[in-house]
């Protein structure tokens, strides 16, 4: 029997985590945030507060379809490194550490075990400090679907290549 060879890219550490750093930069553009924020009908939030919340939404989709494929090595330095991204981002060191253990941490542990449908309302909760319940319809319908579609399009991302054992 013959062994198929993969068609799947292999990445090194460093390509894997640009790969991350991408799909980040594509989820968190200023601008496209700020028009999100509008068309979930939550412009009456600081954008600064709501980026904040998105952003650590964000590392977590990220964190979890990464960690679905690639070595423990690869996932470890990608939870390092988003301490650079939020330095890039302006965080203070301070703010670094309060976000990881915070934000970061809330929205990771939801989505590891699988309760993404969560995320909308540990959102709105952190944001309002409103339950699911209270918030508009309209605004959570549009952040539920883009919460969902964010995490499984991670998952596919991460799944296209192979990773290598540098």
């Not at 449908?117 to 909760?125: D, Q, R, V």
Request: charge should be negative; proline fraction near 2%; charged fraction near 30%.
């Amino acid at each position: 029997m013959k062994k198929e060879l993969s068609t799947k890219k292999e990445l090194s550490t460093r390509d894997a985590l640009e790969v991350c750093y991408i799909i980040f930069e594509k989820n968190c553009q200023k601008d496209a945030l700020k028009t999100f924020q509008e068309k979930i009908y939550l412009s009456d939030i600081p954008h600064a507060a709501f980026a904040k919340e998105w952003y650590a939404f964000v590392f977590g989709a990220i964190y979890h379809g990464f960690s679905q494929y690639a070595p423990a090595f690869m996932v470890l330095e990608y939870v390092r490194s988003i301490k650079y991204f939020l330095k890039e981002y302006g965080y203070a060191e301070g703010e670094i550490t309060a976000f990881l253990d915070n934000q970061f941490q809330a929205y990771i542990q939801l989505i590891i075990e699988e309760k993404v449908k969560e995320c909308p309302a540990l959102f709105y909760k952190r944001l309002l400090d409103k339950n699911l319940s209270e918030a508009d319809k309209k605004s959570v319908i549009p952040l539920s679907g883009a919460m969902a579609m964010l995490v499984a399009n991670c998952l596919d991302i991460f799944e296209k290549y192979d990773y290598a054992k540098d």
